[in-house]
């Protein structure tokens, strides 16, 4: 019998998913952990993988469509199924010529599902992708403005629109038979105007809903306040300048952002309250020391913003945390993360510096107490030891739930995290 793929529950709240993109075709041979699709779900992209064995019959939903978890979204058929659904044996006749697709999609009673685009093409809507044959359009050509970039009916319509418009201006243009003295000035068609010179709307992806809900959330029932400082980041960069040197042969290359981890992992152990998250009627206090490191998606895997968790960053080498930094930034990216990679952070790092920026604020990832928003480490003129001289600093701001700590915690914390940034001798330790 044919197996029914649906659509996974890949998170404990997970609802709804999208199936962004295929990765086979209908008459593919798939193998047990081939992959599938990769599905959008209301907390990151993820690999839709093949539990089984078999061929492709049917893709039952397009990509960029949402559907509901437990919905059938493609079939597959067993290895000793043929494309007719029933078991292959080698001397039975073919009773009945399958229908070709025209014919199929000619009767009411009949729904064939579009197939998906292939992996280099565009992710175009069925009744897009007829009106674009209809009137001869490229749609390599076409940018679409649907979910994921996907061209829908009315990024076709569009341009149909806009050139019959020039048509139509072309066509209206007196020919004149001689030459005669005109200074009045010639009207050129209107060039057509691009989809995204327009207004327009689009769907909320499922990372993007949950996003809003949760940060929306956090905003109304978390108390923010935020307290800055600046730190002198000459000698770690230093530090990590000598250190980078000598690991030069075993391909680690240790970021800024490697030691931001690892001390504020150590100021958190000497200051538990930046550990710990507000249980209504009491404070939760961790044990785990779980450093979250915000990752930004590519738009090509649906955008948004995915926390990945090094976990006991407190006990862990700069090595190690580079290696794994590196590992889970990298998987975000390409494969997604999997919900052990992204649970149980009790303290979030959201870092900016890389892109320019100097100074930002963050709001606070539920259930964690506090976040810290790091900016670049900008070379400036500073004073140092009474002189004025040129050295790097770099601003960092903590976003703080006020019942859990007060601006005199978070000045101490704040205190102890310069310590080990001046002093990154201390990290080695």
């Given at each position: 019998?044919?197996?029914?793929?649906?659509?996974p529950?890949?998170?404990?709240?997970?609802?709804?998913?999208?199936?962004?993109?295929?990765?086979?075709?209908?008459?593919?041979?798939?193998?047990?952990?081939?992959v599938?699709?990769?599905?959008?779900?209301?907390?990151?992209?993820?690999?839709?993988?093949?539990?089984?064995?078999?061929?492709?019959?049917?893709?039952?939903?397009?990509?960029?469509?949402?559907?509901?978890?437990?919905?059938?979204?493609?079939?597959?058929?067993?290895?000793?199924?043929?494309?007719?659904?029933?078991?292959?044996?080698?001397?039975?006749?073919?009773?009945?010529?399958?229908?070709?697709?025209?014919?199929?999609?000619?009767?009411?009673?009949?729904?064939?599902?579009?197939?998906?685009?292939?992996?280099?093409?565009?992710?175009?809507?069925?009744?897009?992708?007829?009106?674009?044959?209809?009137h001869?359009?490229?749609?390599?050509?076409?940018?679409?403005?649907?979910?994921?970039?996907?061209?829908?009916?009315?990024?076709?319509?569009?341009?149909?629109?806009?050139?019959?418009?020039?048509?139509?201006?072309?066509?209206?243009?007196?020919?004149?038979?001689?030459?005669?003295?005109?200074?009045?000035?010639?009207?050129?068609?209107?060039?057509?105007?691009?989809?995204w010179?327009?207004?327009?709307?689009?769907p909320?992806?499922?990372?993007?809903?949950?996003?809003?809900?949760?940060?929306?959330?956090?905003?109304?029932?978390?108390?923010?306040?935020?307290?800055?400082?600046?730190?002198?980041?000459?000698?770690?960069?230093?530090?990590?300048?000598?250190?980078?040197?000598?690991?030069?042969?075993?391909?680690?290359?240790?970021?800024?952002?490697?030691?931001?981890v690892?001390?504020?992992?150590?100021?958190?152990?000497?200051?538990?309250?930046?550990?710990?998250?507000?249980?209504?009627?009491?404070?939760?206090?961790?044990?785990?020391?779980?450093?979250?490191?915000?990752?930004?998606?590519?738009?090509?895997?649906?955008?948004?913003l995915?926390?990945?968790?090094?976990?006991?960053?407190?006990?862990?080498?700069?090595?190690?945390?580079?290696?794994?930094?590196?590992?889970?930034?990298?998987?975000?990216?390409?494969?997604?993360?999997?919900?052990?990679?992204?649970?149980?952070?009790?303290?979030?790092?959201?870092?900016?510096?890389?892109?320019?920026?100097?100074?930002?604020?963050?709001?606070?990832?539920p259930?964690?107490?506090?976040?810290?928003?790091?900016?670049?480490?900008?070379?400036?003129?500073?004073?140092r030891?009474?002189?004025?001289?040129?050295?790097?600093?770099?601003?960092?701001?903590?976003?703080?739930?006020h019942?859990?700590?007060?601006?005199?915690?978070?000045a101490?914390?704040?205190?102890?995290?310069?310590?080990?940034?001046?002093?990154?001798?201390?990290?080695?330790?």
């Amino acid at each position: 019998m044919p197996i029914d793929i649906t659509m996974p529950r890949l998170s404990d709240t997970m609802e709804m998913g999208t199936v962004l993109h295929w990765h086979v075709k209908e008459g593919d041979e798939v193998s047990s952990g081939d992959v599938l699709a990769d599905i959008e779900t209301d907390k990151a992209t993820m690999e839709l993988q093949s539990f089984d064995d078999g061929v492709v019959q049917n893709i039952l939903i397009a990509a960029g469509e949402q559907v509901s978890v437990g919905t059938a979204i493609a079939r597959l058929l067993e290895e000793d199924e043929d494309l007719t659904g029933s078991p292959s044996v080698d001397a039975a006749p073919q009773t009945e010529t399958p229908k070709p697709v025209e014919q199929a999609k000619a009767e009411p009673t009949a729904e064939v599902p579009t197939p998906p685009p292939s992996s280099g093409g565009a992710r175009v809507s069925p009744v897009a992708r007829r009106l674009a044959e209809d009137h001869g359009l490229d749609l390599s050509t076409i940018q679409g403005t649907g979910p994921s970039g996907r061209i829908i009916k009315r990024d076709i319509l569009q341009i149909i629109d806009a050139t019959q418009e020039t048509e139509a201006a072309v066509v209206s243009t007196p020919q004149s038979t001689h030459v005669v003295a005109d200074v009045t000035p010639i009207q050129q068609p209107l060039a057509p105007t691009s989809p995204w010179q327009q207004d327009r709307t689009e769907p909320l992806s499922n990372m993007r809903q949950i996003i809003a809900k949760r940060l929306v959330e956090s905003k109304q029932s978390i108390p923010h306040y935020q307290v800055s400082m600046t730190f002198d980041m000459d000698p770690l960069m230093e530090m990590r300048k000598a250190l980078n040197e000598q690991l030069s042969a075993t391909g680690i290359k240790l970021s800024v952002n490697d030691f931001l981890v690892r001390c504020c992992a150590l100021a958190m152990s000497e200051h538990p309250a930046f550990n710990a998250s507000f249980g209504g009627d009491c404070i939760l206090y961790h044990g785990p020391v779980n450093i979250g490191m915000a990752v930004a998606l590519p738009e090509e895997r649906g955008g948004g913003l995915v926390v990945a968790s090094i976990r006991n960053a407190d006990q862990k080498s700069l090595r190690t945390i580079s290696q794994e930094s590196s590992y889970l930034a990298k998987k975000a990216r390409e494969t997604g993360l999997t919900m052990d990679e992204m649970a149980d952070a009790t303290f979030t790092i959201s870092n900016l510096g890389m892109f320019g920026v100097e100074h930002f604020t963050a709001i606070i990832n539920p259930p964690n107490s506090a976040i810290l928003a790091v900016g670049a480490a900008i070379e400036k003129p500073v004073v140092r030891d009474g002189e004025l001289v040129v050295g790097h600093e770099m601003s960092a701001t903590l976003s703080l739930d006020h019942r859990v700590i007060d601006g005199a915690m978070a000045a101490q914390y704040l205190k102890t995290l310069k310590g080990f940034i001046e002093n990154p001798a201390s990290l080695l330790v």
